[in-house]
């Protein structure tokens, strides 16, 4: 079982940044690729960033390239997602995730409770 628990959502003017945290209650975090997800207001949930185990790999959404950085602590079992020139678009709940083996950007198996995001005009 893997419990995630994001902090770090608020917020922040567009232009903006913050950074997001996840940390993760299980013994073997290198044996899970791990991602971030939001959802939007009357939108389904989507893909944002992915890292493999080790942290060497990346995939990003097209909307998001550029301005986010997904990143890993392997030793503190934490994943980040730092967010900059932040846009009222990417206001949404942000959900960490974790699945067993490599990197994808679907069929997660353990979510955390989401984190809000808001970012005002």
């Known amino acids: 079982q893997v419990r995630l628990v994001e902090s770090g959502g608020g917020l922040v003017q567009a232009g903006g940044s913050l950074r997001l945290s996840c940390a993760a209650s299980?013994?073997?975090?290198?044996?899970?690729?791990t991602g971030w997800f939001r959802q939007a207001p009357g939108k389904e949930r989507e893909f944002v960033a992915a890292?493999?185990?080790?942290?060497?790999?990346?995939n990003y959404a097209d909307s998001v390239k550029g301005r986010f950085t997904i990143s890993r602590d392997n030793a503190k079992n934490t994943v980040y997602l730092q967010m900059n020139s932040l846009k009222p678009e990417d206001t949404a709940v942000y959900y960490c995730?974790?699945?067993?083996?490599?990197?994808?950007?679907?069929?997660?198996?353990?979510w955390g409770q989401g984190t809000q995001v808001t970012v005002s005009s």
């Open positions: 890292v493999s185990w080790s942290g060497e790999n990346t």
């Open positions: 299980v013994r073997t975090f290198t044996s899970y690729a």
């Open positions: 995730a974790a699945r067993w083996g490599s990197l994808s950007e679907t069929e997660y198996h353990y």
